[in-house]
């Protein structure tokens, strides 16, 4: 395992934001991670894990040690006539471990198509798309704990999973580096389109009888249409959550703004879109010299080349302030800010 020093972050990040790490490696496997650790040199360095960097925001250099998570691997551990699980290595890419369940016929992730990063980021974040959440599917993940190089395995229940939140992102943020993840998929599709244009898309395409590919394909091309593709815009995707409020708040703003759309949620509560709110704020579309919001999401904040992550932060903060001065909703960052 080589550690570089004074790295370029840009290639490791979906902004393209040109940063440096003090200190850059990757690893392969739970030995390479607990030899890292047990290093007397890095022992005091700040830590960051790096798994695909799709969801994350870079505003300086980072003074410390970068791990880029590269563990692979695929392993069945058990099946019976109606789910197969699954051990995935925390490094395997996301959307590639979608299209290999789909080509093996097993269920659960197929609505999660296309979306950037690394299996080992999906249960820290609740990744979730077209009404499915990876927790619907999430079985057990192992990490190790930074401090004192012990091996946990986290159950659903010990995740605390909520909308795009778990215990990594609160109270155990920054302690685990996620090594693995094991996932139980269905043999027997439930498919789920009723959540966004997933219908129409497949009716638009012909498909005359269901299939978790043509769901996966509908999702892809719907993604597709909507989110700038980071190779060519730099972005994270969407930078922000789908705020939930009250109902009796949602009904005396659909009086001020009857085209508001709202969606029924647990406990009397509705989820507003967030990229209908920053578009009514009249942000969709702007350019603010190299960064700005994408011109067909708004949800979407871009870097058009050689911007800054300091000014897509502040770009962020006001349009946070104009959200809740316009509608008093607070939306909240879905990105990680570094």
Not at 162 to 179: A, D, L, N, P
Not at 204 to 217: F, N, R
Not at 262 to 271: A, F, L
């Amino acid at each position: 395992m080589k550690i570089q020093e004074n790295v370029s972050l840009k290639p490791f990040n979906t902004f393209g934001i040109d940063v440096k790490a003090k200190w850059f490696c990757s690893f392969e496997n739970e030995n390479d991670v607990i030899n890292l650790l047990s290093n007397d040199r890095y022992r005091e360095e700040k830590k960051l894990i790096l798994g695909g960097g799709s969801n994350l925001l870079f505003t300086s250099d980072f003074d410390g040690l970068v791990m880029k998570n590269d563990i692979r691997g695929i392993d069945k551990l058990k099946e019976d006539e109606n789910h197969v699980w699954l051990r995935i290595g925390a490094g395997e890419n996301w959307h590639e471990f979608v299209l290999y369940c789909i080509s093996n016929g097993w269920a659960g992730v197929e609505n999660l198509s296309l979306i950037p990063g690394t299996v080992g980021a999906a249960p820290m974040q609740n990744i979730g798309a077209y009404g499915v959440e990876i927790k619907e599917v999430f079985e057990s993940l192992e990490a190790i704990h930074i401090k004192d190089k012990t091996v946990k395995t986290f159950s659903n229940e010990d995740c605390r999973f909520g909308y795009r939140e778990s215990y990594f992102k609160k109270e155990g943020k920054g302690q685990y580096i996620i090594t693995s993840v094991t996932l139980k998929l269905s043999k027997q599709p439930a498919f789920n389109v009723s959540y966004g244009a997933i219908a129409q898309t497949l009716e638009e395409s012909g498909v005359q009888k269901l299939s978790i590919k043509a769901v996966s394909d509908a999702v892809i091309h719907i993604r597709q249409s909507k989110l700038p593709d980071p190779k060519n815009i730099g972005n994270a995707g969407s930078f922000f959550k789908n705020p939930t409020i009250d109902f009796i708040d949602f009904e005396q703003l659909k009086i001020q703004f009857p085209g508001m759309p709202g969606y029924e949620q647990p406990e009397n509560t509705i989820k507003v879109p967030a990229g209908w709110l920053i578009e009514q704020c009249g942000w969709k579309g702007k350019t603010l010299g190299q960064i700005g919001v994408h011109k067909h999401q708004a949800l979407v904040l871009v870097n058009y080349g050689e911007g800054k992550g300091g000014d897509i932060r502040d770009l962020a903060r006001e349009i946070k302030k104009s959200v809740a001065r316009k509608f008093g909703i607070v939306i909240e960052e879905e990105v990680n800010v570094v």
